[in-house]
């Protein structure tokens, strides 16, 4: 669509804007998508497909985030006065690299108006109880699971055993951690290495097989068997199938209401996918991987400083903010101006989730445990805090990891030229804090420093999470941004950690060594929280309890930047938690999608309706003939036609012995031409609940791809039904739990056609005009898909 900012008009206007694809953007993506609503997810990195990820020193030292070098990585590093920060940049946000622990925040920790040892107050607007209904929601769709520390292969982890052996001889209580991986192919299946991981209902938006875990420590630097289940191969795949427009190398720079209550979103798109010198814009396509082109370890580009790339724009109705606390609050600041009424909240409450990272090493003849067997973290050690009946803040501790070909670090370290790097390194850091104006994006400074190679020895490292002091201020200085944050007013909450983290190592019989950061009080978050938060009043908070900005009716935040206070756990589970209620107050508060409907006032007799009978026959994937003899029912055409999801009801029967025979379609649904996810391709959607003679309750999914390939497809495209079975009844958006128990296909063969097409039936108040206009949307919804001038 021409775009105003080269003078072709008016730019592209759509339901829902999400910047950033993390865990608040793409459970409020997949929530509105499944709603119907348009929506366009504006990520700035790239997609990584399993097999993608960055490996060798070569690659790693490319694979940062930083334009104005070249560089458009996964890693994207930053360095604040206080600490210094690691955050994602692709399609799945903090997914990539996070250490897949899903933990909810603990009750207790919902403060209100809970005193901060530097000044002014901590308080949740919401209640655990809020969000339990949105915890069972996201859990449902992640999948977490307790490491199997009782099953094999993953019972021989050394260092899941040594931990919790040390925790039980420290008096600290020892727990396995949930971890959203999939240890085993599918559901309810036993678990084991490096299996092949059967795919959901809503496929995968990669195109690329996953393997189940392979225990080598890799989680965060991505998993290239694809065990994780990242957002990528679940919320977003999801909201793809349901036409969410997912658009890599999007970066939103400018954010502006509009007169009509929408907002104008200011973006660029990155030069990451160059090829031959041309630039592409690197957004939703076909299937497979070919949706997101451009190698993914091949990270080094043209340098292009992103306020030189130009402008376009996009006009939405709701606009969630996504881009992570750094991203989301630094877009709000930059456009304050534009965003009359933001207030003095805006920046703070910032804090790092109590992030420490500590190692232990083993003594003479007692080594530490191996940190390159099993995922990054498979167990949680818990320290209650105040609140629960504990001292302090409270806070956790976790088992860190590596994997084993990282020993490169320790190589890189003796060779020639290694010293200087790092002495280079220091030097550029130390000269920034003096100047008085540091670059807090060192991801280029970072990428030199790794070299072939640079780091630190084999060790276990701890990971400690907790409540520390939200006080921290964001500002913008010279346009970059800043954050004026220390340990100084946590500083009684850090030593609590190391001390529950030497008496885990006492107990291990391991030597414990702080971060070398330390010495300056310095912390690395990997969980930086806060900028704006939430809260009952604008005097005090950016946003409310459903992260509703004040003063901006349908502008939202839906990440960390929204928490007004550390979590206390990992915080993954409860940012989309949050989103998942953010979403759900959304569509309640939607006003009516503008379509045609008749006047109640005039009764049934204003509608027209229309059914027509459909018979395909095929078989189950190993044999078994399938038979589906169903009616399809609209009751009332033109609210068909209008409808984003054309939506139907099915009746009728299945067929096959396999399944009980004869089976009833008590209740079913027929969703016709709904969007694919991409341009110029469509899906017939099905879901029947049937009742078969042995008593038991299934659901049939089945769905037609119609799409212009090459060759001749619109028959096969059109008449090709793919059959899922899935026990239990599952609703209209409902996603299974169980594995799939059998798949299949059927067709529409050319005589059941004909039958089809002389069985339909209109009714109501203008039947000819009705069949009239469900055959002129047919048939314009094909020659969209199928007609000559579709490119």
Request: charged letters at 20%; one cysteine or more; glycine letters at 14%.
């Amino acid at each position: 669509m021409p775009d105003p900012s080269s003078g072709g008009g008016r730019p592209e206007r759509v339901d829902a804007v999400v910047v950033g694809s993390g865990f608040g953007g793409s459970v409020s993506a997949h929530r509105l998508a499944a709603a119907g609503l348009s929506v366009v997810v504006m990520e700035r990195g790239r997609a990584y497909p399993p097999g993608s990820f960055a490996r060798t020193p070569a690659e790693l030292g490319r694979a940062l985030w930083d334009p104005s070098e070249g560089l458009y990585g996964l890693y994207d590093v930053w360095r604040f006065r206080g600490c210094d920060s690691l955050v994602s940049s692709g399609l799945g946000g903090g997914s990539l690299i996070y250490a897949n622990v899903l933990l909810r925040k603990d009750e207790h920790c919902f403060v209100r108006n809970e005193a901060l040892p530097g000044g002014g107050y901590e308080s949740w607007p919401l209640t655990r109880a809020d969000l339990d209904p949105h915890y069972d929601a996201v859990e449902a769709m992640l999948r977490p699971v307790p490491y199997p520390v009782e099953e094999r292969p993953y019972a021989r982890t050394p260092k899941t055993a040594a931990l919790r052996d040390a925790a039980e001889r420290a008096g600290l209580p020892w727990s396995p951690a949930p971890l959203a991986v999939s240890f085993s192919p599918a559901p309810g299946a036993p678990p084991g290495p490096e299996l092949p991981v059967v795919d959901p209902p809503y496929g995968n938006l990669h195109g690329v097989p996953r393997r189940t875990c392979a225990l080598t420590g890799e989680c965060d630097l991505g998993c290239n068997n694809g065990a994780k289940n990242t957002l990528d191969h679940t919320y977003l795949s999801a909201a793809r199938r349901d036409g969410a427009d997912l658009r890599t190398g999007h970066q939103v720079t400018t954010v502006e209401p509009l007169g009509d209550g929408g907002y104008r979103v200011g973006y660029v798109v990155h030069p990451m996918h160059e090829r031959d010198g041309s630039e592409g814009a690197d957004s939703q396509g076909g299937s497979g991987s070919s949706v997101f082109p451009g190698s993914a370890r091949d990270e080094r580009r043209r340098p292009a400083r992103t306020a030189d790339l130009p402008r376009r724009h996009i006009d939405c109705d709701r606009l969630i903010l996504a881009a992570g606390a750094y991203g989301t609050v630094r877009l709000l600041l930059a456009n304050r101006a534009r965003l009359p009424g933001l207030g003095p909240a805006l920046g703070t409450r910032f804090c790092g989730n109590g992030d420490l990272l500590t190692f232990l090493y083993g003594r003479p003849g007692a080594p530490a445990p191996r940190p390159d067997r099993g995922p990054v973290i498979t167990g949680v050690v818990d320290v209650p805090g105040e609140a629960a009946g504990g001292a302090g803040r409270g806070h956790i501790i976790q088992d860190g990891g590596y994997p084993g070909f990282l020993n490169w670090l320790v190589e890189g370290a003796r060779l020639a030229g290694g010293v200087r790097r790092m002495a280079s390194f220091a030097a550029d850091l130390a000269l920034s804090s003096v100047s008085g104006s540091p670059d807090s994006n060192v991801s280029g400074e970072f990428a030199a420093l790794l070299g072939a190679g640079g780091g630190f020895p084999g060790v276990l490292p701890l990971l400690g999470v907790g409540r520390d002091v939200p006080d921290g201020v964001m500002t913008l200085r010279d346009g970059r941004l800043d954050v004026e944050w220390t340990t100084r007013t946590s500083r009684a909450y850090y030593e609590g950690v190391r001390a529950s983290m030497r008496a885990v190592s006492d107990a291990m019989g391991t030597r414990y060594l702080d971060n070398p950061l330390w010495l300056w009080r310095r912390v690395v978050t990997v969980h930086p929280v806060g900028g704006a938060p939430m809260g009952d009043r604008p005097q005090d908070a950016v946003c409310d309890a459903y992260g509703e900005v004040f003063g901006h009716p349908r502008l939202y935040v839906a990440d960390a930047a929204a928490l007004p206070g550390p979590v206390g756990v990992n915080p993954s589970l409860t940012i989309a938690a949050l989103s998942d209620r953010m979403s759900t107050r959304l569509l309640e508060m939607r006003p009516p999608r503008p379509a045609y409907r008749p006047d109640p006032a005039a009764g049934r007799a204003a509608a027209t309706t229309l059914t027509f009978t459909e018979k395909m026959r095929g078989a189950l994937a190993d044999g078994p003939a399938l038979t589906l003899r169903l009616t399809i029912a609209v009751d009332d055409v033109d609210a068909f036609c209008d409808s984003p999801d054309h939506q139907a009801a099915a009746r009728g029967e299945v067929t096959c012995d396999p399944l009980g025979g004869r089976l009833t379609v008590r209740e079913g649904w027929f969703n016709l031409f709904v969007p694919a996810g991409s341009p110029g391709r469509r899906r017939m959607l099905y879901r029947l609940h049937l009742y078969g003679p042995d008593g038991r309750d299934l659901t049939l999914t089945g769905r037609k791809e119609v799409g212009d390939d090459p060759g001749i497809d619109l028959w096969p495209d059109t008449t090709t039904l793919a059959v899922g079975v899935w026990p239990g009844l599952l609703g209209p958006d409902e996603e299974p739990a169980a594995a799939r128990l059998c798949h299949g296909a059927v067709r529409v063969g050319r005589l059941d056609f004909v039958r089809q097409l002389a069985s339909m039936r209109a009714a109501g108040a203008a039947p000819l005009a009705g069949l009239t206009r469900f055959g002129r949307f047919f048939a314009g919804e094909l020659w969209d898909v199928y007609g000559p001038g579709r490119a």
